[in-house]
């Protein structure tokens, strides 16, 4: 016999009805955008209209980044090796973790923390990224979401911090980001703006979403690259060449405005 | 020594400089949904207004269904083993196969064969779907996209639909789905609703999208529900407990209206 | 409530005991090799001493195959992003299908249904495979578990027959297989010798397992050498590397005599 | 262009040549049984005749634990929406993680660690793993690797510490783990035998496994058990089936004897 019932609070199922969060689905669809429900499902209550665009904002900046990250790479080879789709789109999920998205995470709990300490100390924000600066350059430890390999202003997060400023949403976390890179500028001698990882981590904390779930949110939003790439891996190459992370070449349609 | 250059259409990196499909990230972002991206990297081209829309509601229509189908049992399951959030969402992604989101390929197929033998006979939908449903009849095939073990009205498969219609975007392939329902009943005697992979697939082939993609379009949606699942699991239920299917209930939020 | 109650053969669980297909599991311990009871679960049945010892050179012959294989570059890739052991060798496992490690299975039905027309129509083997040989040039097939990227004659293929010889386990298979050779010299005018996943198809027909279960007895074999390949890539390389399959060289013990 | 060249110490790939840490496959094949190679594989050098009956033992205690533990769930599930068997193992093999097999890991860095205090100390066992024991009551810590859910005298165990004491592999680690065992029933009244993932925690420590390993051999181990659950679940069962983990009955072959 099995054990006690056990609870779920997400989606209620009973003939003919649907409904998410206490939402029923067919008043959703149509009228609430797929970014909504996700912050409706990861959060239990509806974005405001201001958060909504924001979440979608940061879904579409992820969503996918070439062929060089272990999420398409990974899914490639196992495409490559024949498995189904959703099979090569799985193991290219299984890729995002600690070193690939896993900035995001590291990003929202040092904010989380100085922001905490901000407020339980009193101090300003100036004193306090200082001395948190002074902490990491003693430990030699680096602070997770600035800096990346290819970009040195990434287009994703200024238009991320471009957003949050014109919609209202631009709070202590943004405050903090922001003084953060200055005193690394200052006490480091390195200027490294924030890259997609560290915007979202802010964006993340702003709408006060618990870090756990940072890959998760992640992991959707690229969720939508991988079948791209998958799709393409399936349909234009043979199975199993020696897929050369360096070595391609983009061939796709050519730059064009958004109308 | 590697291979030659490999080519990929579908992102474009270079430094500060991301650009899905041509379309530079940064003007993507803010202004055109989540779904309307999705859409573009899969298709290649941007939606119409009302595709996106259809797009939407169909990824909102498929993002969860509770506890019990194979992709949230497979994903809890691995989250009760003590497996990071993204190793047991890409269990629950592995699980979308032939049997659980595959009847949106099954129908897409049948719809798609059905319209190009309305196309190069010429008789009209009711001869042809007549024809059809006796053929399956002969060799006791089932329609898949037809009928659902819950639901024998399912309301997103209704919403689908209405949504199509208004927007215009009900076609030839609208017209069979309802056709081949009517012809099941007169010739087979059952009452079979579209369940909501058959309604899926309905608009999947009305914008023309390959049937090799709707796995992946329903792993995209369902990404969103399972790491709400699977983040559930974790933080609320304790480590390797048997996971009955059957014997959950559900304590979320009551019904309440959409405003 | 739940569905009513299901069966399952493998294994009997009850306090203290542990049955695996009836045999007690403290009694296999250190009596009955690993790959006997590999055979013991499969089949149903122990193997017999010289079914046993095949079973064994056939999980070892496959267990690694070095760095280019889709099942080790996936598991790499996947460990690089920061993943779990575990989930980086499972995303390797999930690569094997119908390219890598498929041949088997297909080389296997290609044998079971060459056996079984000889029985059934009586010609001898040679009229056999030569209609056979025919029919495959006249509609471009190709055999599966013949000629390989890299090795001509390779070692494991020729020391799986060698060792079926030996032990008295080569019977109508490694003929048919062996006749086809010939056939395919003759009248395709290419001598492509048995690669590895034909040769462990053959012996598997040998054995009386079904095709369905070959991907399946090669992923356990290759889920050695997958632990090896991702602990190497996350004790020794830096996370987030690029993994070019083919700019890897062999830095391990040098060659040396099993004593 | 590419990084620099890569090097990988586990197999050597040249045309017609295989060899695993330096030994040609085929002079391994119906030699060297598949446990000594996995030995060798992960530790580098060839077992001693004796570690390789252990190693062997180890292998078979693990390879299946019925269809309740996450890993046969999370495969079965997999497989019941249609997934191809490896994808059904790799879901499996992607549970295997902190609680479920993470126990061997915990265990042995704790196992690790007294033996390493004892050497440093000077001090007698019985002392130390009083100490230790009264360190986890002080600060409610569990030690892992002791007592299970099913078994109270689990025979895997038994069987592991017996075989290990008659091969004259029971060293240092196999003492630690017994006075363990006597300090926790002395200072915490109860008596706790050690379950199969403790036994084979002692037995890695004895051979000399870093700790990060082990939930790799469990995997290797496991994905025996994990193609014979799969393939039943394919065989034998309806797809999309509930699969309740409680309500199921071994139907195998009676207890019979090992000849």
Redesign the interface.
């Known amino acids: ?13 009973e ?21 909504d ?2 912050f409706l ?2 959060k ?1 209550e ?1 974005p405001s209209r201001e958060q909504g ?1 924001l979440m ?2 940061m ?3 992820s ?6 990250p ?2 398409a ?2 899914a490639r ?2 495409a ?12 290219g ?10 900035a995001i995470e590291g990003c929202m709990r040092v904010l989380l923390e100085a922001v905490e300490r901000k407020r339980s100390s009193g101090k300003d924000v100036a004193t306090l990224v200082g001395e948190l600066v002074e902490e990491y350059k003693a430990t030699k430890k680096r602070f997770p979401g600035y800096g990346h390999r ?7 997060s ?3 911090f471009a ?1 949050a400023e014109e919609l209202g949403l631009a709070g202590e976390y943004v405050e903090m980001a922001h003084s953060l890179r200055s005193a690394i500028k200052e006490k480091m001698g390195r200027d490294l703006p924030m890259n997609v990882d560290g915007a979202i981590a802010t964006m993340l904390c702003e709408m006060d979403f618990p870090p ?2 940072s ?3 992640f ?3 690229r ?3 991988l ?6 891996e ?4 043979r ?21």
């Not at 649907?18 to 959703?28: F, M, N, P, T």
């Not at 399936?234 to 190459?237: A, D, K, L, N, V």
């Open positions: 016999m099995s054990e006690e019932t056990w609870k779920t609070g997400i989606t209620k199922i003939p003919n009805k649907i409904a998410y969060k206490g939402y029923r689905v067919e008043e959703l669809m149509g009228r609430v955008p797929f970014a429900v996700v499902l990861l239990g509806m665009i979608d904002a879904l579409v900046s969503i996918d980044h070439g062929a060089t272990p999420s790479l990974a080879t196992v490559s090796g024949g498995a189904p789709l959703t099979t090569a789109v799985a193991a999920i299984s890729s995002i973790n600690r070193h690939h998205g896993g290819v970009h040195t202003e990434d287009p994703r200024t238009r991320l957003i756990e779930m890959n998760g949110i992991a959707i939003s969720s939508g690259g079948v791209a790439q998958v799709y393409e399936q349909t234009r190459m199975p199993m060449r020696r897929i050369d992370p360096s070595a391609h070449e983009y061939d796709g349609p050519a730059e064009r405005e958004v109308k």
